[in-house]
């Protein structure tokens, strides 16, 4: 790799007829072109001194102490060094890449891969800017290098914001050879580029812890998956409202019953309820219904009942904890409850039964907006993220983007420019479920995700070890039930309804859902439960 001076300064003059002062000009003597000589190498030392001073006074110490004892010393003691690096990695892999591997690497990165080329890079992708009389481009400041990703820290220039940056990200990683480059803002004038060498997502992922009792559920932390970075996905459900949007296939799945997993003991302890609506007859959460302290799955009617009854018991709850508490914890008689809904647009955006809309819109507008703080959740899943369901983005603070069709519907699910900041949902392949992106409120960058896999027989453990109490009111396929139904006992064995009893619209779409699936056979990673 040829190393050009040029690429490590930070500036060029604009016009190149200002740099030429030739070494020897007319009418010169031999000891003043000289003269001219050393003073220009002088210069270019002093400044590679100044932009480089690490590097330089260690090469400077380097080459002192071969001048003083020879050769033989340094080279025995570099050998004896790297031996004992090695011994390190074998013996601590982690503290080895914490404090020698990750530091070798990202220097390594920094000057060898990422700055011989960064002024090529920056003028070529339109990223300089003419500061008076000479060009300027963004400063590369730091590199930090992983297994999986270069995270760059870049100084922008005056004149310049991190939407530049974003603009050029997919024509940056196509020149540097990288699955994709995302720009995450710093403070104000630096920004992260993080450029992915690998996909960590490949992998088969390691089990995820499952809470061992209630107590050790922190509905303001579930680890449900992991993040781009190695650190575990958490998920907040206490204080917010989650909305996951994916095509058919994309593991929506997964990110539910990931989440209703470390819910388990919280739930068999009372101090989470479950309110769950299936519209695609069950085919999603029926094997879960024991978890659930209410559950519907098949009447439209009885759908929007239990959304208009979740949206009463919010108004009563908020106004009996009105002056007490402005956020709820959760215990026995004041549980958490999470209204979990699958195919949301399908009781909301496409029901034609204006009316039935009605109602569902305005249910779903009070849970939205006055459960937060009375500790009633909201968890929403939909197949289709179509204009009709964009208002309700706005509804939900954390939003989940999966694999989407279309490059268009990454901002119709996580909001205005996620996709320019690198929420590729729509290149995600089909090889990779479970895998999306997490756009929070209060934050400006979209992280990306991969959802645990959950299995039918994790899922009959869940269902069979954590039922939800006994003793509440526990409608049941769209049959208002009374009190003290043991359901696990009731209904042992998973059973999917027949297209001939629902209504239907949802006849229809169970029908093309079923369909679809037939021809849609994906492999999973199999996770058990312990
Ligand atoms: N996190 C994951 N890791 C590995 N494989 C997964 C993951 N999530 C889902 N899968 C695989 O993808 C298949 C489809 O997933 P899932 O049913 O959750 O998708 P979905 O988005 O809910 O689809 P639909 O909307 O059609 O119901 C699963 O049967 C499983 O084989």
Same mark, same amino acid.
């Given at each position: 790799m040829r190393v050009r001076l040029g690429d490590l300064s930070r500036s060029v003059p604009v016009?190149?007829?200002?740099?030429?002062?030739?070494?020897v000009r007319p009418g010169d003597t031999a000891g003043r072109v000289g003269l001219r000589l050393v003073g220009r190498v002088g210069v270019t030392v002093a400044r590679v001194i100044a932009r480089f001073p690490r590097t330089s006074f260690s090469l400077f110490a380097a080459l002192l102490l071969v001048d003083r004892v020879g050769w033989v010393l340094p080279a025995l003691a570099l050998a004896v060094l790297t031996v004992a690096a090695l011994v390190w990695r074998l013996a601590c892999p982690s503290s080895y890449a914490r404090w020698l591997g990750r530091p070798l690497r990202s220097w390594w990165a920094r000057w060898v891969r990422y700055a011989p080329r960064w002024r090529g890079l920056m003028t070529r992708h339109d990223l300089a800017v003419v500061d008076g009389d000479v060009l300027v481009w963004p400063g590369l400041r730091k590199v930090r290098s992983s297994d999986y990703r270069d995270a760059l820290l870049v100084k922008l220039r005056?004149?310049?914001?991190p939407d530049h940056l974003a603009d050029a990200s997919e024509s940056l990683a196509h020149a540097l050879g990288s699955q994709a480059v995302r720009v995450r803002t710093h403070r104000p004038g630096y920004v992260w580029l993080d450029v992915t060498r690998?996909?960590?997502?490949t992998r088969p992922m390691s089990r995820l812890p499952v809470p061992?009792? !209630?107590?050790?559920? &922190?509905l303001t932390a579930l680890p449900i998956g992991r993040r781009e970075d190695g650190a575990l996905w958490l998920l907040r459900l206490l204080g917010t409202h989650v909305f996951v949007a994916g095509a058919t296939g994309a593991g929506k799945g997964s990110v539910i019953w990931s989440t209703l997993l470390r819910l388990g003991p919280a739930i068999a302890a009372g101090l989470v309820q479950v309110w769950a609506i299936d519209p695609?007859?069950?085919?999603?959460l029926f094997p879960g219904?024991?978890?659930?302290t209410r559950y519907e799955d098949s009447h439209l009617g009885a759908m929007v009942q239990l959304l208009e009854d979740a949206a009463e018991f919010t108004r009563d709850r908020a106004a009996r904890l009105k002056g007490v508490t402005r956020r709820l914890t959760p215990t026995v008689d004041m549980p958490f409850v999470l209204v979990l809904v699958d195919e949301f647009a399908f009781i909301t !955006?496409?029901?034609? &039964?204006k009316k039935l809309q009605g109602r569902a819109d305005n249910a779903v507008q009070i849970l939205a907006s006055q459960g937060r703080a009375p500790g009633v959740g909201l968890m929403v899943a939909l197949q289709d993220p179509s204009k009709e369901v964009v208002p309700y983005?706005?509804?939900?603070p954390s939003r989940i983007a999966m694999?989407?069709?279309?490059?268009?519907q990454v901002d119709m699910v996580l909001g205005d420019k996620m996709r320019t900041r690198g929420a590729y949902c729509d290149l995600?392949?089909?090889?990779?479920?479970g895998v999306g992106y997490v756009k929070l409120e209060g934050t400006r960058d979209p992280f990306r995700v991969r959802a645990e896999y959950i299995d039918d027989d994790v899922i009959d453990g869940l269902a069979r070890d954590y039922p939800a109490p006994a003793g509440m009111p526990v409608p049941l396929l769209g049959q208002h039930t009374e009190s003290g139904l043991d359901i696990a006992a009731d209904i042992p064995t998973p059973a999917r309804l027949g297209d001939?009893?629902?209504s239907p619209e949802w006849a229809v779409f169970s029908a093309d859902y079923q369909r679809r699936h037939a021809t849609n056979g994906t492999s999973g990673i199999p996770m058990g439960l312990d």
């Open positions: 016009n190149r007829d200002t740099r030429r002062h030739p070494l005056a004149g310049q914001k690998r996909d960590p997502f061992a009792s !209630a107590g050790a559920v &922190d695609k007859g069950g085919m999603e219904r024991a978890l659930f !955006a496409y029901v034609t &039964d983005r706005n509804l939900f694999r989407l069709d279309e490059p268009q995600i392949p089909e090889s990779l479920p001939g009893e629902l």
